[in-house]
């Protein structure tokens, strides 16, 4: 798998990707990596990658032009081109579509040959009007309100563009295997009050870790990647690595003991110094049953919706009570 980066602070990604498990990922050829530097796309002698947001208000916005220049030469013209075509025509309404926004209120209008910071995909009808709203259609939009889908014209191998952002999808373990099984993965991370709103006809993938706030993409996207790249097969020592954890099979794990077996009072339970792999097993199966119901009962709902729970399971829940 290669994962590229692209943000206003690459060096973050020095001290992570290069210990422990990422670095061995990368040391046994299942993982490339590259950080990019954003401001190796701009063009003012400040290297300036945000300005002041239309409407005022305190903070900065990222700008989209070194965005979309970085998009271009990192993955390729023709694969904005055809987001750009699909997506805003599409999903945002360009051309007085019959997906445009009804009021004016609930547009940003941009007439041809203005100044917007993006390239211009107007079409060269002169009294054409762009409009970016703010409510695409939904059938072309994920639930996290942004494209999923590979435009026309971008194969499903292409390399899929991930941004962090609050109104994104919230990441979980299944989300991470789904993105364990892309070849590519570009991750745009923003900083300071947001990104400009426009970039985000680039997405492929918006997600969000959770209800709280971050210095910066950067350090979001590192939870993910390292999430993400523990799935790849090879990456973990033990085959089973991935698959016997919290939240894979649907419960929280069973606790772990290791030598000595007996600190400072405390003993490691009896059953799992028997060698009795049975018992064993039965033993941690109900440990995360118990864990899951006191910590996460949420997750034992889902698990029992599914139709996951065996009789044993019911009758050692029904014990707990």
């Known amino acids: 798998m ?31 990596f590259r950080a990019h530097d954003l401001r190796d796309w701009t063009h003012d002698r400040h290297r300036t990658t945000d300005d002041d947001p239309y409407g005022g208000g305190a903070g900065l916005v990222m700008k989209c032009e070194p965005i979309f220049e970085a998009v271009e030469d990192i993955l390729g013209k023709e694969i904005v081109e055809a987001k ?57 939009l994920s639930e996290s309100g942004y494209p999923v889908a590979s435009p026309p014209g971008v194969s499903q191998s292409a390399p899929k563009i991930v941004f962090l952002a609050p109104q994104g999808r919230t990441f979980d373990d ?57 799935k790849i097969p090879g990456v973990l020592g033990a085959a089973e690595g991935p698959i016997d954890e919290s939240f894979t099979s649907g419960l929280l794990e069973y606790p772990q003991y290791t030598r000595p077996a007996n600190f400072r009072g405390m003993e490691v339970p009896a059953v799992l110094l028997s060698g009795n792999h049975g018992a064993v097993a039965r033993w941690r199966r109900e440990q995360s049953l118990a864990r899951t119901a006191v910590a996460r009962p949420d997750l034992l709902e889902r698990f029992a919706a599914a139709g996951a729970l065996t009789k044993a399971d019911h009758t050692f829940l029904d014990s707990l009570a």
Request: hydrophobic share 35%.
């Open 84 to 140: 750009l075509a699909s997506t805003v025509e599409e999903c945002r309404g360009i051309s007085g579509g019959a997906r445009q926004a009804s009021s004016a209120a609930t547009s940003t209008e941009v007439e041809p040959g203005e100044d917007t910071g993006c390239p211009d995909r107007a079409s060269s009808a002169a009294t054409e009007t762009v409009q970016w709203t703010v409510s695409p259609s939904e059938d072309c």
């Open 2 to 32: 290669l994962i590229e980066t692209l943000s206003t602070f690459p060096h973050m990604y020095d001290s992570v990707m290069g210990e422990s498990m990422m670095k061995r990922a990368q040391e046994k050829g299942l993982l490339e």
């Open 174 to 230: 299944a989300y991470a295997t789904e993105l364990a099984a892309e070849e590519h993965l570009l991750f745009i991370c923003g900083h300071y009050e947001g990104i400009d709103e426009r970039v985000y006809t680039l997405a492929d993938h918006v997600i969000s870790l959770g209800d709280y706030v971050l210095t910066s993409g950067e350090l979001a996207s590192m939870v993910v990647i390292d999430a993400v790249v523990r």
